[in-house]
């Protein structure tokens, strides 16, 4: 596959680079080097996104050419799509031009992926996406410069959470190895990452954590971020990158929620729903349920309704776990 994948690449007129909305580490730091990697087959791309980078990702280099305009698009006649595991995970607002694509390449690493596109290379093994283009890169026989090693190696020490989750392998070390090798700084990429909280982000911490909820068995805890706790706070929709695992820290907790209402504005009644497990709970099979996906140990999904709603049917959960 991996091979089939580098031969279209380099035969594409231009390529489409994207990854999921509202971008994690591993989403920003896959997408950054992929673009890249583009670059060096000396074939046009146009790297998207069609959320703001976090801007704790902000420091990476090549971060500022990453488009928010979808017609950046239109010229394309190869996607890449970067760990989505549903095809609907890249936004609605590019969702129809990139499905009439000649050429669909969905790269992933989520178990639950649904194998879309017309190239679907998903290996569930694989510690992050990341780890994937590294691969890509090394099967390319293309120069790992820097610029690329600063990307992956943040978006394998976020998917890994700091090497602490279970999906942490023997080969995410010796990559991450050589990319500090290469001149990445881990205290620099951790500084930026996890080193500096906003005042807004603290504010807002302090209320979802006052508005934490355990299921009467104590298996599970639920944590809601609204609208207005944003507001109220000054804080932005990056802000809550994280807060999850207050919740899932608590002692006997099996399961941690974190509903969050609609944070980006977009649509109504909307909310996206984060899951976490001690590891005894399989949440991608419990995201699967509602049209989401994930790990085993981390998984989510997003919909229409209230909060009220979504916190009722997670705590119901407690009877199964």
Known sequence: MIDKIITTLKASRKVFVASHVRPDGDAVGALLAMGQVVNAMDVPVAVYNESPIPAVYRFLPGVDHVSHDPAVCDDCDTAVILDCGSFDRVG?????????????????????????????????????????????????????????????????????????????????????????????????????????????????????????????????????????????????????????NYARRIEDVRLAALIQEDLNGNGIGGFQVSLRSNGQVDVAAIATRYGGGGHPDAAGFSGKGTIADIKAQIMALAAEI
Not at 122 to 145: F, P, R
Not at 197 to 212: P, Q, V
Request: with cysteine; proline share 3%; net charge neutral.
């Open 92 to 244: 609605d607002a590019v969702l129809a031009k990139v499905y009439a694509m000649p050429m669909i390449i969905n790269i992933d690493h989520h178990v639950t992926n649904k194998r879309y596109g017309h190239l679907p290379w998903v290996a569930a093994a694989a510690c992050s996406t990341s780890e994937l283009v590294y691969d890509l890169i090394e099967a390319a026989g293309i120069e790992l410069k820097p610029q690329m090693a600063w990307a992956l190696y943040t978006g394998i020490l976020t998917d890994t959470g700091s090497f602490r989750f279970s999906n942490t392998n023997q080969k995410a070390f010796a990559i991450c190895e050589r990319l500090v090798g290469l001149g990445v700084d881990p205290s620099e990429v951790s500084r930026h990452v996890y080193g500096r909280y906003s005042m807004g982000r603290i504010k807002l911490l302090n209320l979802a954590l006052d508005a934490i909820e355990i299921s009467a068995n104590g298996k599970i805890s639920v944590m809601v971020l609204t609208r207005q706790m944003l507001n109220k706070t000054g804080a932005r929709p990056e802000d809550a990158e994280g807060l999850i």
